[in-house]
Each structure stands twice: as structure tokens, then as C-alpha cells.
């Protein structure tokens, strides 16, 4: 074991507690399509994150792509390129056209105020993402995509359990899509869900999660494989049971960064929401270098000389991606572009102690 503190740390179950969980797949041979330990998670789920339906899927990416599918969306879908590659990445493979709306520079979350500018005859979807863990401007984005007959799918990667004025989070929008990947709050090692409303749509998912196979001799449609295997759902069953106790580790954590580097000169702290119960699942840091004595990448640098390694979440943008070269203009994001270049995701994860904490606002109070 050494010193090192990498940006998080995968939260597990005891090992005895997942062997007991897994036990029986011995027995019953049956671990994966839709077995006993994924339609008990999903039971689960539905109660825990307060919504009328959940899938499950292989990963959150698969998610995010088959629900766009599943929409039949066309023409061009108005998103953030302040996320990660998945999201930018499932509009794209869906043969539609990502337009990229700035974000603001308080919860970077998608600025809403520069939303309808971007609306032509040729958008049917918006995709924001709650990044982070903050929640986007929910009201907001509900009356532009009512007024616009817009669909509206929420990349959900950050928000596992998060509630907005008591409701989950999961329960807005067409669709809100998760993810479980071993880096998350709450994961299933990898793994995904979509949750949704409308029982059609949820029909459509199904099929393009196994390949649109409806019965032993009818195939409906043309569908992919996504399903999450048994070991993976027993995986988010056990982790389920210590999900509220690491969200309030999270939180003390939170609030310590947060007491430690407040009112730092050239440190700005991405603001506390209202109504919002958070799962704290990020903590992104501003550095600006003009009154900080460092530039973003040379704090990295040094934390990372000390055994700290932190994360440049979410930089480049996705619309600077090689990928996509000449296609897009990130001058038109010019708040994504000004923080991307600035941004640092410090570690956290539930077993991270406050000494460490400690440590880590030491190294980077005493650069000033
Ligand atoms: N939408 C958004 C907004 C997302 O952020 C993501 C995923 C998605 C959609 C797609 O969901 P998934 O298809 O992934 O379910 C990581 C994750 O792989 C990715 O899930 C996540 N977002 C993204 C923000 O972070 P990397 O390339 O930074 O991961 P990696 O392997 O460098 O790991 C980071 C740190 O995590 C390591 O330094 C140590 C720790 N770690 C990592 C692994 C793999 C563990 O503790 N255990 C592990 O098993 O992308």
C-alpha cells in the first residue's frame, strides 16, 4: 500500500458480503439476461431513486446512445461540450447533430438563457447534464422544451440518488440516464439505467437491449446488446446498502474542502444549490492563474508530485475533440472554454479522510 491519493476510489461491498450475494448464481447457473439479482436491483432502484420505472443496462454510455435511439430523434440535438466524451459521443453515433450551448459560470450547468437562441426547425431533443452532481435549470429547460415540442434526455451520469425539491432526479425530463461506472457514487463495477415514464419508450429500450429479440422466434427490431449481467446487479445490491452512509462521508469531506478553501484569492468553488439534496459526487476547483500564484495544470503538476492526482474533468471540451476536428467552433462556448482550462477535480470518495483532506489544502493553500 502506498501513499498515493488518486481522484477517487471505487466504494466495495466486504468481500464476504459479495460472495454471499453471488453464491447462488452457482447453483442456478443463470447470470446474465435479465436473472433474478437484475430484476431484484431494479425493484430496488425504482424505490431508492424515487421514480416510476428503471432499465438496466451494461454502462452508462449505452444508456445515454440506446435512449436517443429509442426516442427516433433527428436533425440536430442542442447539448454541453463541459461533460464527458460519452455524451457528445451517444448524439453522434445516433447519426444527429450536437449544437453546443455555453454553460454558465456558477454550477456550470447548460445556460439556459442562451437555449433558445440555438432552436431551428431542425432540433427535436436537448441533452443537458447535470455535471458533477448539479442540477441543470429543470423549470427552465421544461418550459423551453414544451414551448418547442423538444424532447428532453438528462444525462444523469453524476446524479445517483440526488433529489430536487424532494422529487429524484431521475424523474424529470423524457428520460434521465445513469451511470454506474466503478468511478461513481454508486456503481455495479460498470453498468447503466435509464429511468423513464412513458412505458413505450421503455418497450423500445428493452428491445434495443437485446437485440430486439421479443420472443423465441420474433425479433422485433434492430437492437444492440446492453444488458447488465448478475454479477454486476448483485454488485449494485450489496453497494445499495451503504450508498446513504457514503454520501454523508462524502458530504463531511465536502464541507471540509469547502471550509479550507473558501475565500482563497484566485480559488472560485462552484456554488451550493438550492433545493437540491446533493450525493457530492465531485469536487471541481477553479484556479485562476491571474491572482493565483499557479496556473490549473501547474497545480496539478505539483499535487501530483506529492502522490495527489487530480483530474482535468472536463477538459478538453468535447467540441475541441480531435474526433471532430473543424467541426464545431468552441468560441461559441467561450464560458466551457474558460473554465475547461481552469478546472481541477480534487479526490473524493467516501473513504477519504479528512487528513488527507487536510493535506491536500495544505499543499495547495501554502502555493499562494
Ligand atoms: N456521461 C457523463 C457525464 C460521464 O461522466 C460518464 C462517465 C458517462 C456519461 C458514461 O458513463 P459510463 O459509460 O462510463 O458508465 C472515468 C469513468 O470511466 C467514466 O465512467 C466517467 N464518466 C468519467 C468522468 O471518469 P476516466 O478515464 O477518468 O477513468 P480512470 O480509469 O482514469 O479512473 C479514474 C480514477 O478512478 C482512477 O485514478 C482510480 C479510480 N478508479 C478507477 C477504476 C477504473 C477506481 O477506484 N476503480 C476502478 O475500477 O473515466
Not at 453464491?23 to 432502484?45: V, Y
Not at 453515433?93 to 431551428?120: M, Q
Amino acid at each position: 500500500m502506498n501513499n498515493e491519493i488518486l481522484v477517487t476510489r471505487s466504494s466495495m461491498p466486504s468481500m464476504d458480503e459479495y460472495i454471499d450475494e453471488i453464491k447462488e448464481l452457482w447453483d442456478t447457473r443463470w447470470i446474465t439476461n435479465m436473472g433474478e439479482k437484475h430484476k431484484e436491483l431494479q425493484r430496488k432502484l425504482i424505490e431508492y431513486l424515487k421514480v416510476e420505472n428503471v432499465d438496466l443496462l451494461t454502462n452508462g454510455h449505452m444508456a445515454l446512445e440506446l435512449t436517443l435511439q429509442a426516442l427516433n430523434l433527428s436533425g440536430e440535438v442542442i447539448t454541453t461540450p463541459f461533460t464527458f466524451a460519452s455524451t457528445t459521443h451517444a448524439i453522434v453515433r445516433n447519426g444527429l447533430t450536437p449544437v453546443f450551448c455555453d454553460i454558465n459560470p456558477y454550477d456550470f450547468t447548460l445556460d439556459v438563457t442562451k437555449l433558445e437562441s440555438l432552436i431551428t426547425d431542425k432540433t427535436s431533443a436537448i441533452v443537458p447534464v447535470h455535471v458533477y452532481g448539479n442540477i441543470c435549470n429543470i423549470e427552465e429547460i421544461e418550459r423551453i422544451s414544451h414551448k418547442y415540442d423538444l424532447r428532453v434526455i438528462y444525462d444523469a451520469a453524476h446524479t445517483f440518488g440526488e433529489r430536487y425539491k424532494g422529487r429524484g432526479i431521475g424523474s424529470f425530463g423524457d428520460a434521465s440516464c445513469f451511470s454506474f461506472h466503478a468511478t461513481k457514487v454508486f456503481n455495479t463495477i460498470e453498468g447503466g439505467a435509464v429511468c423513464y415514464r412513458d412505458k413505450e419508450l421503455g418497450e423500445k429500450l428493452y428491445n434495443l437491449k437485446n437485440f430486439g429479440i421479443r420472443g423465441p422466434e420474433t425479433v422485433e427490431s434492430v437492437g444492440a446488446n446492453a444488458k447488465m449481467n448478475e454479477f454486476s446487479a448483485a454488485m449494485g445490491i450489496c453497494n445499495l446498502r451503504y450508498v446513504d452512509a457514503d454520501i454523508e462521508k462524502r458530504k463531511k469531506i465536502v464541507e471540509h474542502y469547502r471550509e479550507r478553501l473558501t475565500n482563497i484569492e484566485g480559488i472560485q468553488l462552484n456554488s451550493i444549490q438550492d433545493n437540491v439534496e446533493s450525493n457530492y459526487a465531485y469536487f471541481p476547483v477553479i484556479f485562476d492563474e491571474k491572482t493565483f500564484c499557479y496556473s490549473r495544470n501547474e497545480v496539478a503538476d505539483r499535487l501530483a508530485e506529492q502522490g495527489i492526482f487530480t483530474r482535468k474533468y472536463f477538459y478538453p471540451l468535447t467540441n475541441t475533440f480531435d474526433c471532430f476536428h473543424g467541426k464545431f467552433d468552441a468560441n461559441k462556448t467561450p464560458v466551457a472554454l474558460h473554465i475547461a482550462k481552469r478546472v481541477l477535480t480534487l479526490p473524493l470518495y467516501a473513504e477519504l479522510s479528512i487528513e488527507d483532506v487536510d493535506r491536500i489544502c495544505d499543499l495547495i493553500i501554502n502555493m499562494n
